[in-house]
């Protein structure tokens, strides 16, 4: 088990969901905490609201993407690839995946009665995590450094 992989297990094991796992990990990277925004990511656990809808890994990464490439603030405008990283993200996820939505990627599942998350989860999200600083190396960043303007 390779150290990103450990990580994703820890916060799984600590109760974090999908959406917040992956937004954790872009944060932890550049040593930073943000738990309103992690809070504020549970909304979106487990396929938005808990409805197996769409996945929460990909809803984070989306989230990622904003993080070093969307707007912020009143007068702050998103990049100019940031558009560009959302729609290849998207696409290479459901190449890779067949699906957005959670319910199709790891089956019908429980949540509730069910506290730990299917490994499944676990290799979606190492992939994603992957893809995520791929797509941000080619975009002209650098993943754990992040630029605060």
Known sequence: MNEISFKIFQLAS?????SQIILKLALEDEEKD??????????LCNGIGGNQGTCG???????VLGLYAGRGIEGEYPKPNYGMMIKEYMD?????????????LIGEYNFS????????????????YEKLREILYNGGYEWGDREDD
């Not at 290479?92 to 199709?104: L, Y």
């Not at 009665?113 to 994603?128: F, H, R, T």
């Open 57 to 63: 890994v990909l809803i984070g990464g989306i989230g």
């Open 34 to 43: 943000n738990p309103d925004l992690i809070r504020a990511m549970g909304g």
């Open 92 to 104: 290479w996820f459901e190449d890779e995946f067949e699906s957005t939505d959670c319910i199709d």
């Open 113 to 128: 009665e069910n506290m730990q998350y299917p490994v499944k989860c676990g290799d979606i999200l190492l992939k994603n």
């Open 14 to 18: 600590m109760g974090f969901c999908c």
